[in-house]
């Protein structure tokens, strides 16, 4: 079965590094994203991972996939305020069907 | 526009009634997929759409459910005798070809749908 996992909420001080943490239960998943949504906006793709890869960096973004123990995460690098959003771990067993998490709200305080 | 434009952004109706929800791609892009967001939870996949290919209805909860497609233009998601549990944001995205699908998928503001 499709199931996702991942933390409600995460608090962090401005300038930090943020961890948000996702867990997946198929072996099978071929990609895995982080999505980004922002107040009103619509969903936006941060990044992705291989799921032949153990580590993805873009710029501030740190991409780490644990394929044994089915657990990716994404740090972000000195936390602006802007970072504040709802962060959605997504895993794809084919071309279009994304099976999502519940959204991890992140809030970056001063 | 240059992105996914949904509408209605919000929409409230009795329970019972029919909800007519449309989404309108960016221009060119082939695939459209339409997904549900609950409150406190991730999306749920309902339906793709690629080119002129029968649509991947797997993800439609229900017979009250149902999607069309014109071409590679609007889409339409009709939500018949509405449910209380069908309020919730629907989504909509598409992307540009098949088979890149998941890594470029733009997403609109989505359809808050609240069933009284």
């Known amino acids: 079965g499709e199931d996702v996992e991942q933390s409600l909420f995460l608090s962090v001080r401005e300038g930090d590094s943020s961890v948000i943490n996702c867990t997946y239960t198929d072996s099978s998943s071929t990609y895995l994203y982080w999505y980004k949504q922002e107040p009103g906006a619509g969903l936006q793709l941060l990044t992705y991972?291989?799921?032949?890869?153990d580590m993805k960096q873009d710029q501030r973004l740190t991409v780490l996939l644990n394929k044994k123990d089915k657990h990716l995460s994404l740090r972000i690098a000195d936390t602006q305020t802007g970072d504040s959003a709802i962060y959605f771990c997504a895993e794809s067993f084919n071309d279009y069907k994304l099976s999502f998490g519940a959204g991890t709200t992140v809030t970056v305080r001063a | 526009g240059a992105g996914v434009s949904q509408s209605p952004s919000n929409k409230v109706t009795e329970k019972g009634k029919d909800v007519e929800l449309r989404c309108d791609p960016i221009?060119?892009?082939?695939?459209l997929y339409w997904y549900r967001q609950r409150l406190g939870q991730g999306l749920e996949f309902l339906i793709y759409?690629?080119?002129?290919?029968?649509?991947?209805k797997s993800g439609l909860p229900s017979d009250r459910f149902s999607a069309e497609r014109t071409g590679e233009s609007v889409s339409t998601l009709t939500i018949q005798r509405t449910q209380q549990e069908d309020s919730a944001v629907y989504l909509c995205?598409?992307?540009?070809?098949?088979?890149?699908?998941?890594?470029?998928?733009?997403f609109g503001q989505g359809t808050r749908l609240t069933v009284v």
């Open positions: 991972i291989f799921s032949n890869m």
């Open positions: 995205a598409s992307s540009p070809y098949p088979g890149t699908a998941n890594t470029e998928a733009f």
């Open positions: 759409f690629q080119g002129n290919s029968a649509p991947d």
């Open positions: 221009s060119g892009h082939t695939a």
